[in-house]
């Protein structure tokens, strides 16, 4: 049987990665529905700016999604004039993300969100910011050192 944990015990980092990560996502969420993108929705754009000519598969595995769910957002996207889909010079049948216009507006909105979301933990933080960005970086990297006992 295994012991009961306190979550609010101070040994407890992983704890308390988890509840700061929900509460900023908590925050970025409502940001970013103030100028009408979805988190998810935000994610691909990103990809797509980023990357022009990446295909829905591609990115997906970027985002660690299922190809279904990032090709039922891209086409929701496209319906709206956010995104469109061009053939592959190449392959015919693969179909490459681009940005329109209005994609661009919508990702420049959220941005500016995220950007604002930004400096308020920078605030809250103060001069352990980078320090703390630091070790999170440091932390991001994990999963390739970790051996599954």
Known sequence: MSPVVDPAAPSRVVW?????????EHVKDQRLRTVGVTPAQYGLLMHVAGTAGLTASEIARRLGVSPQNVATMATRMEDVGWI????????PHVRELHLTDAGRAHLEAADAEVSALEDVVRAHLGADAEALRGLLETLAGLDASVDDD
């Open 16 to 24: 308390a990665l988890r509840r700061a990560f929900v509460a900023v």
């Open 84 to 91: 469109t889909r061009e053939a592959h010079e190449r392959h």
